[in-house]
Structure formats: structure tokens, C-alpha cells
T-cell receptor, first 111, second 116 residues
């Protein structure tokens, strides 16, 4: 059973379009993290959200943590080909930093 | 470079062989994690070290998997009698302090293991 469900699994869009990726769970997490992973590389942390209702912005990326701390979203404005990659959400389980990852959303932005 | 490095980057093993995967964390990082990432999936936690102590090995799938970090720096993940279902990318991550949500995990590029 996947604790964190991401949708959509695949997304192919044109440069300049907006998109939203969702990360949902029936469990409460103390924090949620978003990573981007490129082929042949490890995931790279984009942001950590901790407080229910929190919104964080990173240039064209906006991250939101649900009020109940069970879900999160990532919105990209005016996507660029350089945004192409696998976007993973991860929740912290326990007190030692063990991360539970979703399956990821594979984003392709075409010029 | 100052990042996490892993070797080998690619490993092909025949079913039944033993393999050893190495992780060099960022110098001085206290915490070290191993994850397994199957094709089309997100990473799954295997085990966690704080310095040389293995504090959590709840994610290791079977007793064929063994990890160590004897001097609190380099870590080795060993898989004995490899099976086809062990084929995956094995990721190592380190973080500066005692693990917790405030501590960023820095991932290595992974070792892609293929078991024939």
C-alpha cells in the first residue's frame, strides 16, 4: 500500500503552460518534502513544508501543505524545458528522518 | 566534488552472486541512509546509520541484505545470493546532524544493480 499517492503519474506539456502535481495521503505527516530527480541522478530537495496550510514559493514553483497535513501540491507557472524531470513528494516517518516517498510524477516540457 | 558519491555506478550480477555497494557521504555528516528505487517507483527506505550505529534496519527486505558503516563515514550495502527482484537503483543519502525533518538529506547518484 502506497502511503503517498501522487497524481498524475505522467505529464507532457508545452513550454509556457501551467501545471499542478498532487500528493495525497490518509496519514498525517510532520512534514512533507518535494524533490526533483533527473535520470541517472539522486533526488534533489526543492522544499520542505511543515505547518498545515503553509505556502512556499521558489521562483515559478509554488508548494502548498494541506491544513490537515495529509496532502500537498506543487504548482509550476510558465513551465520551461529545464523543469523536465521526476517530481517526488516524501513524508517524514518517525523521529529519525526516514522518508516515505510517493511514486513520482514524470514531467516532460516540450519547447 | 563535495557531494555524496557511490560506486560502482552500474553493477551487473548473475543470480546467486554476492555484491557490495559503496557510499562515500559528505565529510562530517553524521546520518546516512540507504534507499532502494525500483523502476518507475519512488525510493524506499532500507536502513539508517547515526555515525557507526545502525539505528534502523526495518526496511531491509530480507536477511540477504546487510549494511555497515564501521568508522562512521563510508558505508557498504551488501546483498548476498542476489535475486532478480533485487534489480533496482540503490541510493545513499547523508545529512549533517542527527536525522530529523529539519535536516536536509543529500543524495548520491545511485548504483544501478541488474541481476540476470
Amino acid at each position: 500500500t502506497q502511503l503517498l499517492e501522487q497524481s498524475p503519474q505522467f505529464l507532457s506539456i508545452q513550454e509556457g503552460e501551467n501545471l499542478t502535481v498532487y500528493c495525497n495521503s490518509s496519514s498525517v505527516f510532520s512534514s512533507l518534502q518535494w524533490y526533483r530527480q533527473e535520470p541517472g541522478e539522486g533526488p534533489v530537495l526543492l522544499v520542505t513544508v511543515v505547518t498545515g496550510g503553509e505556502v512556499k514559493k521558489l521562483k515559478r514553483l509554488t508548494f502548498q501543505f494541506g491544513d490537515a497535513r495529509k496532502d500537498s501540491s506543487l504548482h509550476i507557472t510558465a513551465a520551461q524545458p529545464g523543469d523536465t524531470g521526476l517530481y517526488l513528494c516524501a513524508g517524514e516517518r518517525g523521529s529519525q528522518g526516514n522518508l516515505i516517498f510517493g511514486k513520482g510524477t514524470k514531467l516532460s516540457v516540450k519547447p | 566534488g563535495a557531494g555524496v558519491s557511490q560506486s560502482p555506478r552500474y553493477k551487473v550480477a548473475k543470480r546467486g552472486q554476492d555484491v557490495a555497494l559503496r557510499c562515500d557521504p559528505i565529510s562530517g555528516h553524521v546520518s546516512l541512509f540507504w534507499y532502494q528505487q525500483a523502476l518507475g517507483q519512488g525510493p524506499e527506505f532500507l536502513t539508517y546509520f547515526q555515525n557507526e550505529a545502525q539505528l534502523d534496519k526495518s526496511g531491509l527486505p530480507s536477511d540477504r541484505f546487510f549494511a555497515e558503516r564501521p568508522e562512521g563515514s563510508v558505508s557498504t550495502l551488501k546483498i548476498q545470493r542476489t535475486q532478480k527482484e533485487d534489480s533496482a537503483v540503490y541510493l545513499c543519502a547523508s545529512s549533517p546532524g542527527v536525522a530529523g525533518y529539519t535536516d536536509t538529506q543529500y543524495f548520491g547518484p545511485g548504483t544501478r544493480l541488474t541481476v540476470l
